[in-house]
């Protein structure tokens, strides 16, 4: 790292200060908070955090954009200089640990002159209890977890749910379907069926809800029961598209980690169930499972039948093919009336 007149005047200052014995844990993370500006979109800064290893806060500080190793170079020095409020006196520790390697390698040399040893950890646990603490300041909503949070839900599953969410999203189903168009869906074909519901065609949620009792579907469309009282009697399972407030700090995190595909800043997909006390809260392993057959098998039949349109060949008990991460599959599909599902006995 070639040292521009900025950093060697710091350097010549930082030379200057005593050097204790303290190990510092210095990272830049992608901030689990969003900062909502009244005339910009809302971002979630990156957070340069400094800590000693004895849990001592020694700078803190955000920015929107991502910083480079030069600025982490600069924002060291600083520290090092002038610490933050009560932060102790200006000093050198004798090892900086970042858990960036790259990072690690364009500040070594210069770290070395003040006879710093700079080294990668795999994780710094301090930096991330006080980022923890940090962030916990700005919101009292609890957290949600991330699908990969939940037993047994690997990446692979994960990426191919988001590919089919992103081609249901293009797909745009709500354009021809409503809560008027419920579909059946049993998958494996001989399981006990769920009822679906495109969402969207009212221009407010984009997405499927999926009820797993039609006793869920009768509450939800027969009763005018107040929001909080319906999901306190019924469950059910949810795909929405939304901007990425909406979303699983966990989730977006993976989403850049792993370069899982989201069609634009209104289709981030969120996947959840519903509970009692009036939560979303990441579904079941066997809920995203069932989830991957269906949206496979919608995507490979509703293009033909939307084009078709509506009439006397609408399905009843079509079985269709689907496609997983695990292999080859079959679903059985009914489109029936609503009131037919509504009301049976009329």
């Known amino acids: 790292m070639a040292a521009n007149s900025n950093v060697r005047s710091l350097l010549t200052k930082a030379n200057r200060l005593r050097q204790t014995e303290e190990i510092w844990e210095f990272a830049s993370p992608l901030a689990r908070v969003w900062i909502t500006p009244k005339r910009d979109a809302a971002y979630r800064p990156y957070l340069f955090l400094v800590v000693s290893t004895e849990g001592r806060v020694v700078f803190s500080k955000n920015q929107r954009q991502r910083p480079d190793a030069d600025q982490m170079l600069e924002v060291l020095l600083r520290t090092m200089i002038r610490p933050g409020l009560m932060a102790g006196r200006p000093r050198r520790p004798k090892a900086v640990h970042l858990d960036d390697a790259d990072v690690v390698s364009a500040l070594t040399p210069t770290l070395a002159q003040l006879d710093i040893r700079c080294e990668h950890r795999a994780s710094l646990p301090t930096l991330e209890r006080t980022r923890q603490f940090l962030e916990r300041g700005f919101t009292e909503i609890e957290p949600i977890p991330g699908l990969l949070t939940v037993s047994g839900v690997t990446p692979p599953l994960v990426q191919h749910l988001y590919e089919l969410a992103a081609e249901y999203y293009k797909m745009a189903p709500w354009h021809w379907l409503g809560d008027h168009d419920p579909m059946v869906i049993a998958y494996p074909p001989k399981s006990d069926p769920r009822y679906g519901i495109v969402m969207g065609s009212g221009g407010e949620v984009f997405g499927l809800s999926v009820y797993d009792h039609v006793e869920d579907l009768r509450l939800t469309f027969r009763q005018s029961l107040p929001q909080w009282e319906l999901m306190q009697r019924a469950s059910w399972l949810v795909l929405f598209f939304e901007q990425p407030m909406a979303m699983s700090f ?52 509703l293009p033909q039948f939307l084009q078709e349109g509506f009439g006397d060949d609408d399905p009843d008990n079509l079985t269709l093919p689907v496609q997983t991460i695990s292999g080859k599959a079959k679903m059985q599909l009914q489109m029936p009336e609503l009131d037919d599902l509504l009301f049976p006995d009329d």
Not at 252 to 281: C, H, K
Not at 292 to 299: A, D, K, Q, R, Y
């Open 250 to 301: 966990d989730d977006l995190d993976a989403i850049l980690q792993y370069d899982w595909p989201v069609v634009n800043e209104q289709a981030y997909p969120v996947f959840g169930r519903t509970t009692s006390d009036g939560r979303l809260m990441p579904p079941s392993l066997n809920d995203l499972v069932w989830l991957e057959g269906v949206l496979s098998g919608l995507l490979g039949y």
